[in-house]
């Protein structure tokens, strides 16, 4: 009859520790989860709050939001896990060497950055705008780094470039079919 009662005992001790260990495991799992459920979208817009947003730029371009860099920005990083965003909205500041983009938004003082969203809110692409007319002399670099698209916006226009940030793919538009 001891004996009986030691494994007894011994058994729920197991199913004690394997309870513990489960619990563990869960917790570790729900702490995943919610690191996974921090959006890329809500570092960008924590970046963000510091630059005007521009409603209203163009109805071409749904599920986006729009905000003006300003090129005299002095770039204060919070924490260095935000470097990658501010990597991807100073891409034009800092972008190549060899590439100025500058010199077509010298004129405004500042560029366009874009966030076009997912059906959960999510980054989907990165949007780069620069003013502009609708001209090959305006258009920069003659749209081999990737602002093919022009687009109107109030009285004048932009030359857009659609950026993956997953992949590094500067995305082109399809042609639309007539």
């Known amino acids: 009859m001891k004996v009986e009662e030691e494994k007894k005992e011994k058994r729920e001790e197991e199913d004690t520790i ?8 869960l917790l570790r799992s729900e702490e995943l989860k919610t690191k996974k459920q921090q959006k890329h979208a809500n570092y ?8 005007e ?9 749904q599920s986006c939001r729009w905000w003006k860099v300003k090129l005299d920005y002095d770039i204060k990083l919070k924490e260095n896990k935000y470097y990658p965003y501010y990597c991807a909205i100073y891409h034009i500041k800092m972008a190549y ?4 983009y500058l010199k077509y938004c010298k004129n405004t003082g500042y560029y366009y950055f874009g966030i076009k969203y ?4 999510e980054v989907k692409y990165l949007l780069y705008g620069i003013e502009g007319d609708n001209d090959v002399k305006s258009q920069p670099y003659s749209g081999m780094t990737g602002f093919i698209k022009w687009i109107k916006i109030k009285d004048k226009g932009m030359w857009v ?3 993956n940030p997953y992949n590094g793919c500067i995305m082109i538009p399809k042609p639309k079919d007539k």
Not at 97 to 100: A, D, E, R, S
Not at 118 to 121: F, I, R, S
Request: aromatic share 16%; no cysteine.
């Open 18 to 25: 394997y309870d513990e260990a489960a619990q563990v495991e």
């Open 44 to 51: 960008f817009e924590e970046i963000l709050r510091d630059f």
């Open 53 to 61: 947003e521009v409603e209203g730029i163009t109805e071409e371009y």
């Open 97 to 100: 060497p060899y590439i100025n």
């Open 118 to 121: 997912d059906k959960d809110g």
């Open 161 to 163: 470039m659609t950026y």
